[in-house]
């Protein structure tokens, strides 16, 4: 069985910083895409980054320039370095692999709430 395995969600203050990881195993697939999706109280899940194990990445463009998403493929770990937080970045954010045969895999959620 495939396992996301997240961490570093937790509380900060308005400007401040969280880098969020998480681990894929179990995968008898490569792993094509890794990313990152997030549900902010009360509204739809919504894409925020993607990266491919080339290293191409693409955002949405309300963390453009303040998210970076990157990729350790021999550790099968994707990271989103999150600064200058906002509370609108409050959500639970969600990993996810893609794998090159079409399985698809999530992560079970970690909290990250911005207060004011």
């Known amino acids: 069985q495939v396992q996301l395995v997240e961490s570093g969600g937790g509380l900060v203050q308005t400007g401040e910083s969280l880098r969020l990881s998480c681990a894929a195993s179990?995968?008898?697939?490569?792993?094509?895409?890794m990313g990152w999706y997030r549900r902010p109280p009360g509204k739809q899940r919504e894409l925020v980054a993607t990266?491919?194990?080339?290293?191409?990445?693409i955002y949405t463009d309300s963390v453009k320039g303040r998210f970076t998403i990157s990729r350790d493929n021999t550790k099968n770990t994707v990271y989103l370095q999150m600064n200058s937080l906002q509370p609108e970045d409050t959500a639970v954010y969600f990993c996810?692999?893609?794998?090159?045969?079409?399985?698809?895999?999530w992560g079970q959620g970690t909290q990250v709430t911005v207060s004011s």
């Open positions: 996810t692999a893609h794998t090159i045969v079409g399985y698809n895999y």
């Open positions: 179990g995968s008898r697939f490569s792993i094509n895409v």
């Open positions: 990266i491919t194990s080339g290293g191409t990445a």
